[in-house]
């Protein structure tokens, strides 16, 4: 009776949601923050400006006022705390609880580089929805995803939970997500709020080294880092996260240009932006001074209430886990350092969210529904759908693939029957034994005999404890090898452990860890036909592989259903249909290397010396490109042809293509559209993606698709963060891939003309 009691007090001081008041109607959420708002002291405007993690979430805390809190997953302690900041606080306000479900929370899904792999929106849709869902039944009702970070850098970690290399894949994925994740109305008991993040260029670390600087211009900025941003934005993302890295000297949770002037000013975000872990200490200089402990670094605040004025003067609504603005945010206020406005206006951001979100009417969540709702059948559904439709084909020589079940098949590799690593980083709560392997997996579909080796492990361990040499050792390939020679054929399950991948795990090398390209010749030397089945969070210098293996097979970390979507693929059940969603280098020394890059005066040309070359390479271009993925069947793409020759700046135009299956078999192909701007005021890419479309097709069958283009792809942004559209020639390329052949052009008009 208490909290219901305590409920009730609190519609009756605040009202019922809804985005407007009508005359005698209920409040408007801008009418019930401000009320909220004008009877809080600044002591309470501060709590809720202070976001917690779990471990330092106290009752105490709470009855004061707290604003957030995030890694708390336990239904149980998410309702005790709730139950004390609504009955308990002196206004009863509810607190937030978020969580990073950044690819599933109990169901794990594909790494988002995964899933962009699919080019299909609905399998990030599917990945969001459930995780919603599943995170909302235990009482989290904010969720640190989508992560949006365009990235041209394989040796960073975090590149597992992007789309990969290009803004506007990465713009289709950030909107299908931050959508499947809030619906309509994200007051809904199965929708959470999403906080799309870093803002921004966290992706682009110099060295690939996580948390280091970021130096770029203007243009690249907006046009390659920017977009999945504004579309997460565009499609209804009412929190974001600021950014650890410096965008050229600037920490990103202190920068007045990328969170007020473009976030909130220009896009008109009126939702709030919360801090990174400890972003706001870490602006501090070494050695930390007030408090003289934790984070610091960047050296752009002297000590802590320098680092809180910073981060709030900016546009940072929300501090994680660091306490400088609820600490020394009085003192601030009373120097002037920061004003009451300021306050007032992150204080409404975060309560707008709050009453958006329901929270105020609904604070509380059924414990005894939470773990009902976690696994069940749709979800495990969708998850296996998602990971065969994110696998990418990268070699099926002499038609290797699809293998025959009924064949006695040997699986082989330290990733072979290990459900740790197939649910990748970020695994949300999922449990180990949630993971279906793929030895398991291939049992399940074979009707001839399946026989496994390990050959050798790939530890978990985590720096500074992880040694590279305990990597794959070689102790067990001779067993390897003799289970090898008694199949007719052989599955190698090869890559990464999952925690070389993620935050904090950039990589130096790209190669197979340890002796895995070892354990491939061996395996060769057999003469039994083999496919390598790769787990990995990011791409691999793969030139010896693909050397050595007549398949391979990128299957990234694909969540729980890992073991049945690989067999599917494996055994022809699945087409393979993915396309990469960033090149793979031959080699290190290549990174980074990209599809959308700007031309230069002197291009690679392996014929000639003084041009943009590696000397001890005779190829200018990367192993596989973007946009890469063969089938078991084959396509072709052809016919492009534009509906008008001439087009105005602020008209749009249509190109059409066809599309057919020139194979045996019923299969996917993703028919993807470029353009590229020859001669303009700033060198433009020499391709940059405009759209796509996956489809499935038969046998023998056409189709024809049509794509529309306007100034959003034919204009870009300049070095003072104007958009502008220049009157000349635009090149439109379609194919299966970056290196699409099929051409035409057309012409944008003057204005004046």
């Not at 693929?569 to 699945?574: A, S, T, Y």
């Not at 943009?612 to 490109?625: A, M, N, Q």
Request: with cysteine; aromatic share 8%; proline share 7%.
């Amino acid at each position: 009776m208490r909290a219901i009691a305590a409920a009730a007090v609190a519609v009756t001081l605040f009202g019922t949601t809804g985005a407007g008041s009508a005359p005698g109607g209920p409040p408007s959420v801008e009418e019930r923050v401000n009320a909220l708002l004008a009877r809080m002291t600044l002591s309470e405007k501060l709590e809720q400006l202070q976001l917690l993690p779990d471990f330092m979430v106290t009752d105490d805390e709470v009855r004061r006022g707290l604003g957030s809190a995030f890694s708390l997953t336990d239904p149980v302690r998410i309702n005790q705390l709730q139950h004390i900041a609504v009955e308990q606080s002196r206004l009863h306000i509810p607190l937030l609880f978020a969580f990073d479900t950044i690819h599933g929370f109990r169901t794990v899904f594909p790494i988002p580089l995964g899933a962009a792999s699919s080019f299909d929106p609905s399998v990030a849709a599917d990945d969001d929805r459930i995780g919603a869902r599943e995170s909302a039944a235990v009482g989290l009702k904010q969720i640190y995803g989508p992560m949006v970070d365009v990235s041209h850098e394989p040796r960073w970690g975090r590149i597992a939970e992007g789309a990969g290399e290009d803004p506007y894949l990465g713009s289709v994925f950030a909107a299908a997500r931050v959508g499947a994740a809030q619906g309509k109305d994200y007051s809904a008991p199965d929708k959470v709020i999403a906080s799309p993040k870093h803002y921004a260029a966290y992706g682009q670390p110099e060295g690939g080294r996580d948390y280091n600087t970021t130096d770029l211009s203007e243009q690249r900025l907006r046009n390659l880092y920017l977009p999945p941003f504004q579309a997460a934005v565009r499609a209804g993302a009412d929190t974001a996260m600021c950014s650890f890295n410096a965008i050229n000297g600037v920490p990103g949770c202190g920068d007045p240009y990328t969170e007020s002037g473009i976030l909130k000013g220009e896009w008109g975000f009126d939702g709030f932006i919360e801090s990174d872990y400890t972003a706001v200490a870490e602006m501090r200089a070494c050695p930390p001074v007030r408090p003289d402990s934790g984070p610091c670094g960047h050296g752009v605040a002297a000590d802590g209430p320098d680092a809180a004025a910073l981060a709030l003067n900016s546009g940072t609504d929300s501090e994680m886990t660091s306490t400088f603005l609820r600490d020394y945010g009085a003192e601030l206020v009373a120097q002037h350092r920061i004003s009451r406005s300021r306050i007032n206006d992150a204080v409404r951001r975060i309560l707008r969210v709050k009453f958006r979100a329901g929270l105020f009417e609904h604070p509380y969540v059924d414990v005894s529904k939470a773990e009902a709702a976690q696994l069940l059948p749709d979800a495990v559904a969708a998850a296996r759908r998602a990971a065969g439709r994110s696998m990418v084909l990268l070699q099926n020589t002499g038609a290797t693939l699809p293998l025959d079940p009924a064949k006695n098949t040997a699986v082989i590799g330290p990733l072979a029957d290990d459900g740790h690593a197939m649910l990748g980083p970020w695994w949300g709560i999922g449990r180990d034994e949630d993971a279906v392997t793929t030895l398991t997996g291939i049992r399940a579909q074979s009707t001839g005999t399946t026989t496994y080796a390990q050959a050798c492990a790939l530890p978990h361990t985590e720096p500074p404890d992880y040694d590279p040499a305990a990597d794959c050792p070689g102790d067990g390939f001779a067993e390897a090898v003799a289970t090898a020679r008694q199949a007719d054929q052989v599955v190698l399950a090869l890559g990464e452990s999952r925690e070389m991948s993620g935050e904090a795990a950039a990589r130096s090398d790209l190669d197979l860890p340890g002796r895995q390209q070892e354990l491939i010749d061996a395996i060769k030397a057999t003469g039994k036909p083999f496919v390598v089945v790769l787990f990995n969070g990011r791409p691999l210098t793969l030139e010896r592989v693909a050397a050595s293996a007549p398949a391979v097979l990128e299957a990234w970390f694909p969540g729980v259903q890992a073991g049945n979507a690989v067999a599917d693929v494996l055994f022809g059940k699945v087409n393979p249909g993915g396309k990469l969603p960033v090149s793979f280098p031959r080699r290190i020394g290549q990174v980074p290397i990209y599809y959308n890059h700007e031309p230069t005066g002197r291009p690679c040309d392996v014929g000639q010396k003084y041009v943009s070359r590696y000397r001890d390479l005779d190829s200018c271009d990367p192993l596989y490109p973007f946009g890469f993925g063969l089938s078991y069947t084959t396509f072709s793409v052809t016919n492009l042809r534009l509906s008008t020759a001439t087009v105005a700046a602020d008209k749009r135009l249509t190109a059409s293509v066809d599309v057919a299956n020139t194979g045996t078999r019923a299969g996917d192909e993703v028919v993807q559209l470029y353009v590229h701007d020859p001669v303009a005021s700033i060198s433009q890419p020499v391709r940059r993606l405009r759209d796509f479309a996956r489809v499935t097709l038969q046998p023998g069958e056409h189709r024809t698709l049509s794509f529309t283009l306007d100034r959003d792809d034919f204009g870009f942004y300049d070095n003072h963060g104007r958009f502008i559209v220049e009157p000349g020639r635009i090149d439109v390329y379609a194919g299966d891939s970056s290196t699409a052949e099929s051409t035409a052009s057309f012409t944008v008009r003057s204005p004046r003309i």
